[in-house]
């Protein structure tokens, strides 16, 4: 019985959720599995992907073939580099414990840049909020700018032409 490690979907639509699952490869693709592996949801930024990683390497070791999109995954959680750690184990190339401070120094590095990307998503959010309210901000003082001038002026016209006829009345009186 060939066995694949493929991903399932749930989810409504447009909103695409994953099982990654082993299943026979001639099941259908939402139909029955042999076992739940993880999950993986692309709706989320970095997206998520929940993995037992041991659980995989078993499948992996017993001859299951990842499809192409199942593969980027157990690559992107290290199960692949498990496996291949566990093939150099056996041949004797390493020990247990030089394979198990690979992998872990490995998922190390991985968590930080996981890590570096969520930050640097979340500053340019916050960046693009503060843009946002300094530019709202601008346009409110020109609004209000714009709209208290105006009834400034005509108090300022008026005064200037209640004063000019004063002015002249004075003038007037002056040269009489």
């Known amino acids: 019985m060939p066995v694949k490690i493929r991903l399932q979907r749930h989810g409504k639509k447009g909103k695409p ?3 990654i699952v082993a299943a026979d490869a001639r099941s259908k693709r939402d139909g029955k599995y042999l076992e739940k592996l993880g999950v993986y ?6 997206a998520t992907v929940e993995l037992n ?6 499948w992996l070791q017993n001859g299951a ?3 192409d999109t199942a593969k980027t995954l157990l690559s992107y959680k290290g199960a692949l580099l498990k496996n291949h750690l566990a093939g150099g ?3 004797g190339a390493l020990t247990e414990e ?3 401070a690979k992998f872990t120094a490995w998922l190390e590095e991985k968590a930080a840049k996981i890590q570096a990307k969520a930050d640097g ?3 340019a959010e916050a960046k693009a909020k503060a843009d946002a309210l300094a530019a709202e901000k601008a346009v409110n003082e020109a609004r209000i700018a714009a709209a208290a001038p105006a009834p400034v002026e005509e108090e300022v016209a008026e005064e200037v032409s209640e004063e000019a006829p004063a002015a002249e009345a004075k003038a007037s ?4």
Not at 173 to 176: G, K
């Open 17 to 19: 959720f994953y099982w």
């Open 41 to 46: 949801n692309p709706n989320t930024n970095p």
């Open 53 to 58: 990683v041991d659980g995989a390497v078993t």
């Open 65 to 67: 073939q990842p499809t």
């Open 89 to 91: 184990v056996k041949k």
């Open 98 to 100: 030089q394979a198990e």
């Open 121 to 123: 998503l979340s500053d």
């Open 173 to 176: 009186n002056e040269e009489e």
